[in-house]
C-alpha cells in the first residue's frame, strides 16, 4: 500500500438535498447523519485508516477550498481546479501530478459525499482493489447490493481472476446506467450486479495511457499542466489550459470503454454504502426528525435547523426541511425533482439562495 | 337606529388557524387580509358606518383587552369577562348592563373575526334586523349561500312578515346545523335557507326575557353583575358570579328554541360572508401565497412570516405556514385538523407555541 494514493473529487453540490447543500456549502460539507463530521471528513477518516496524511488528496474548487482546509486540518494535498469539469479531469489531474511525482503510484479514487457503515470491509476492498490494480488493470469496488434499487448503476461482473491477495476480483463485464425496476430486480437475483459507488483504483501510468488513448485531447492537456504544476507556473497554465479540457465523466470516459476490451476488474465491497441522493435516502438511512415534529395523521422526515416546531397534519411519506433562510415541502416520492427548486432560484437571480 | 347597541363578542380561539392565530394573538386581533386592519378593526369599521363609537361594545378576556384597547383607540364599552363563558354569557352580559342604562336599547351581536365585502349591504341589513328587533322579534341576519357550504349552519326561513322597514324579513322556522353535502346542496337548491353567521338583534328586554324563561341560572347571574357593573363593586360581584354561568352558545340558549316559538325572524344578507374556519377557506377568499414562493409541480397556500424563501415539490393543494417560531405543513383537504396541534402542544406542555 506504500504506493497507494487517495484522492477525493469534492465537486458535488448535492441539489436534490436543498435547503440544507448550498452552493456556498454543499453536500460534502455537512454533517448530514449527525455524527459530527461532514460526509468529507469521514471520507478522510476512513481513508486514513488506509494511508498516512500526505497520501489523501482533495480536488475541489476555489469557493470551497477554504472550508475544506478548515475541515481537514492535516491535508497537505489540496488541488484546486479553476472550475468543475466533471470527475475526469479532476480525477486525471490527480494522476497526472502524482504520476509525475511517483512512478509508481497507485491512484484510487473516492466521492466526497458518500456513506459508508463499515470501515474494516471497505479498508479490505480497497486493499483487495490495489492488488488488482498493480496488475495493469483498472478496478473498481462493486457494492453488494441490499436492495433492487434504481438509483444506481450497476456494474456487471464476469469470469474469476487469478490475482493474488484479491481472491474475489472479477472481471467487469459491462456497466450499466440506472435501471427500471424489473431490471433491478433481476440484477439483483441474477448475484452478477453489484451497485457502481465510482471507486476507481488504477497504476497512473495505466489510468493516463487509456486517456491517451481514449481522450488524447483531455491527456495532453492534463500533462501540460501536470509538467508545470510543482513550478511557478502552476496557476498561469491551469488557467490557460483547463477551460479547455472535456468535461466527461470517469466512467463515460474511461471505465466502460475499457471494460469493453477487458480491462476492467470488479472487487466486492461488503459493506452498507449510499449515496444520499436525496431526502428519501438520507430517511431511509434512518437519519430521524428534528425533536420537535408534531405528526398528526402524519409521518415521514421533519428537519429544522433553526430550533423551531414543525407540525406536519395529514401528510403522509412527508419532507419538510426549514434552514434559517429557506424552507422546503415535498414528499419521498417527489423527492428526486427537489433539484428544480435551486434551478429555479437560479433563473429568478435568487443566487443567494442556492 | 338611536337606540341600537353593536356588541362585538371577542373571544375566539381560531385554533385552526395555527401557527397565525396564537392564545396570545388570536385571529380576531391579525390582519388576515392583508387589508391592513385586523379582522376586529374591520369589524369596528364596519359597526362604526352605522353607530357612533360610544355605541360599539367589545366583550374579550383580561388577556386580550390591552391589545383590543391598542387597536380599537376610540372603544370605550369595553367589557371585561374573567374566562371564557361561550356567547351567551358574554352577549348577555352586554344585554344586562345596557338595559339598565337604556330603557329601549337594542343590542346585536357581530362575531370579531369574520370577513363581509360589502359594508353597504351589511348596514341595509343590520337596519332591517334593528327594524324587526323593534316589533319585540329575536332577529338574525342569514347569509344568502353562495355555495353548498357543509361549512356553516344554516338558517331555514318561512313565511314572509309584514314589518315596516323590512318588507323581506320571514319567520325562522329552525336553525340547522352543518349539514352534509347532499343536504347542503338541497338547502341551496330550495332557495329558503340562509347561512347562520351568528348574527343577532333583539331588543334587551326581550332577549332578557327569553334568558330568564330558558335559563333562568344565567339570567339571574347576569342581573347581578349588571346591577353592580355601574358601581365599585362591579369585579367583586364578577369574580364571585362569573364562573358559576352556564357556558352556552347564544344559538342553543335562544335563538333555537325560540325559534320553534316562533319568536324568531331572518332578514337577508346579500354581502360575501366568511369566518375564515381555517386555511382552505382563507385560501379560497383569495388571499395570495407570499410572493418568494417557488412551486414545482405543486400548489396551494404558502405564506412566510419571516420573509424567507418556500419552496412546495409535488404536492397539491398544499398548506404552508412559517411563522419566526413555528412551521405548519398540510393540505386543504386536512385544514379542519390543524386545530390538533396546539391541542398536541398544549398536552405537551408547549404552551408558548400555542
Given at each position: ?19 440544507l447543500s ?7 460539507l ?34 470551497h ?13 489540496l ?20 504520476g509525475?511525482?511517483h ?5 484510487g ?31 473498481t ?5 441490499r436492495?433492487?434499487s ?6 456487471e ?23 427500471d ?5 433481476h ?40 509538467l508545470a ?8 497554465e ?15 470516459a ?13 472487487v466486492?465491497?461488503a459493506?452498507g454504502?449510499d ?7 438520507l ?8 425533536p ?47 433539484k428544480d427548486?435551486?434551478?429555479e432560484?437560479?433563473?429568478e ?6
Open positions: 500500500m506504500e504506493s497507494f494514493h487517495a484522492v477525493i473529487p469534492a465537486g458535488g453540490a448535492g441539489t436534490r438535498l436543498w435547503p448550498r452552493a456556498s456549502r454543499p453536500k460534502f455537512l454533517d448530514l447523519t449527525g455524527s459530527g463530521r461532514s460526509l468529507l471528513q469521514e471520507t478522510w477518516d476512513r481513508l486514513r485508516t488506509l494511508v498516512p496524511a500526505d497520501h489523501i488528496h482533495v480536488v475541489t474548487g476555489p469557493t477550498a477554504p472550508l475544506v482546509r478548515e475541515q481537514l486540518p492535516e491535508l497537505t494535498g488541488l484546486v481546479e479553476p472550475a468543475p469539469r466533471d470527475s475526469m479531469p479532476a480525477i486525471g489531474l490527480a494522476a497526472a501530478v502524482l509525475r511525482r512512478e509508481e503510484a497507485i491512484i479514487s473516492f466521492a466526497a459525499d458518500h456513506v459508508i457503515d463499515d470501515v474494516a470491509e471497505f479498508g479490505a476492498a480497497v486493499q483487495a482493489a490495489v492488488a488488482v490494480a498493480e496488475t495493469g488493470l483498472l478496478a469496488i462493486g457494492i453488494e447490493p436492495n433492487p434504481t438509483a444506481f448503476g450497476y456494474i461482473s464476469g469470469e474469476r481472476l487469478d490475482v493474488d491477495d484479491a481472491p474475489s476480483a472479477r472481471a467487469v463485464t459491462q456497466f450499466v446506467e440506472k435501471p425496476e424489473p431490471t433491478a430486480t440484477y439483483m437475483r441474477s448475484g452478477s450486479f453489484s451497485w457502481n459507488a465510482g471507486m476507481f483504483v488504477a497504476r497512473t501510468d495505466i489510468l493516463l495511457g487509456h486517456l491517451a488513448r481514449l481522450q488524447p485531447h483531455l491527456a495532453a492537456g492534463l500533462d501540460h499542466i501536470a504544476w510543482d513550478s511557478p507556473d502552476r496557476q498561469a491551469l488557467e490557460s489550459t483547463w477551460p479547455s479540457l472535456t468535461p466527461i465523466a470517469i466512467d463515460h474511461i471505465a466502460e470503454p475499457v471494460s469493453l476490451e477487458g480491462g476492467v476488474a470488479v466486492p465491497g459493506f454504502w449515496d444520499i441522493g436525496d431526502f428519501a435516502a430517511h431511509a438511512l434512518g437519519q430521524t426528525s428534528s420537535d415534529v408534531v405528526w398528526v395523521d402524519a409521518d415521514g422526515f421533519a428537519r429544522t435547523e433553526d430550533g423551531t416546531t414543525i407540525a406536519v397534519v395529514g401528510i403522509r411519506d412527508a419532507v419538510v426541511v426549514r434552514t434559517e433562510d429557506a424552507l422546503l415541502v415535498t414528499t419521498m416520492e417527489h423527492a428526486q425533482r427537489v427548486v435551486p434551478a432560484l437560479r433563473r437571480g435568487r443566487d443567494d439562495l442556492v
